[in-house]
């Protein structure tokens, strides 16, 4: 059963704060070849950036975090970088999650598994399961995963849980199978890099999410341009529906 229901069945509660970032960390490789770099030295430097922005979130009180690592479609990138990238990974995840248990963050690992090598997927189980009890940030990485491929999976686990409401199916039937059903939906997107697209990120999730599209490379976002998309989220009116009439108190 999913704890958090969807923004088109039921009004969430808005806060000043987002209680859920979703980020697409693009830029990297731009970063390197602007230094006249690698572009592995771009993903090295961008694992940097993730230390900061995840401290950050902690000092925000931010609840949930969830990074677009490695998406179903990097697959097509050169055998080299992805080589590599998967390293990166695994080196990272050795690094990190002992830090990340020491501050009480949860880490979880969302996406299609099974193309991962048997060591880099064990480190992840092993990951998971030392930070599974935290009751802090809780921390999303997203590898070979895809919006598409999220929704499809979660289709056919219902189609094979609930077999007497087929073509009944409603969105509170389908939520609990999604990758982060123990998530409430992102109230704030951000991607880096100057490009303006969600690139099959949270398709379903996203639904009424409010977006925030920065030129700034990712290795470049610093704790400053994280305040400015805070800024801009803070200015907006999430109406999910409604009128901007509706939202104005009633004078007394």
Same mark, same amino acid.
């Given at each position: 059963?999913?704890?958090?229901?969807s923004?088109t069945?039921r009004?969430?509660k808005?806060?000043?704060?987002?209680?859920?970032?979703?980020v697409?960390?693009d830029?990297?490789g731009r970063?390197?070849?602007k230094?006249?770099?690698?572009?592995i030295?771009?993903?090295?430097?961008?694992?940097?950036?993730?230390?900061e922005?995840?401290?950050?979130?902690?000092k925000?009180n931010?609840?949930?975090?969830?990074l677009?690592?490695?998406?179903?479609e990097?697959?097509?990138?050169?055998?080299?970088?992805v080589?590599?990238?998967?390293?990166l990974?695994m080196d990272?995840?050795e690094?990190?999650?002992?830090?990340?248990?020491?501050n009480?963050i949860?880490?979880?690992?969302i996406?299609d598994?099974s193309?991962?090598?048997?060591?880099?997927?064990?480190?992840?189980?092993?990951?998971?399961?030392?930070t599974a009890?935290?009751?802090?940030l809780?921390?999303?990485?997203?590898?070979?995963?895809?919006?598409r491929?999220?929704i499809?999976q979660?289709?056919?686990?219902?189609?094979?849980a609930l077999?007497?409401l087929?073509?009944?199916y409603?969105?509170?039937?389908?939520?609990?199978?999604l /990758?982060?059903s123990?998530?409430?939906?992102?109230?704030?997107?951000?991607?880096?890099?100057?490009?303006?697209r969600? /690139?099959?990120f949270?398709l379903?999730q996203?639904?009424y999410?409010e977006?925030?599209?920065?030129d700034?490379?990712?290795?470049?976002?610093?704790?400053?341009?994280?305040?400015?998309?805070?800024q801009?989220?803070?200015?907006?009116?999430?109406r999910?529906?409604?009128?901007s009439?509706?939202?104005?108190k009633?004078?007394?």
């Open positions: 059963m999913s704890l958090f229901s923004a069945q009004i969430p808005v806060t000043a704060v987002p209680k859920h970032i979703a697409i960390m830029g990297n970063w390197a070849r230094r006249f770099l690698p572009r030295a771009g993903h090295k430097r961008g694992v940097e950036t993730v230390r922005l995840v401290k950050q979130c902690v925000l931010v609840e949930f975090l969830t677009f690592a490695f998406s179903s990097n697959w097509r990138r050169p055998p080299e970088e080589s590599f990238l998967m390293g990974f990272a995840l690094r990190e999650v002992v830090k990340l248990h020491q009480n949860k880490l979880v690992m996406g598994r193309q991962f090598e048997a060591k880099l997927i064990e480190q992840i189980e092993a990951s998971e399961r030392l009890g935290n009751t802090g809780v921390l999303t990485i997203a590898a070979n995963y895809g919006g491929w999220d499809l979660a289709m056919n686990k219902m189609q094979v077999p007497e087929a073509g009944k409603q969105e509170e039937n389908l939520q609990p199978y /990758s982060m123990y998530a409430p939906e992102p109230d704030l997107f951000i991607r880096t890099g100057g490009e303006m969600i /690139s099959n949270l379903w996203l639904a999410t977006l925030y599209f920065t700034t490379l990712w290795p470049d976002f610093n704790e400053d341009a994280f305040s400015l998309a805070i801009s989220y803070e200015k907006r009116e999430r999910f529906g409604r009128t009439e509706q939202l104005q009633p004078k007394p």
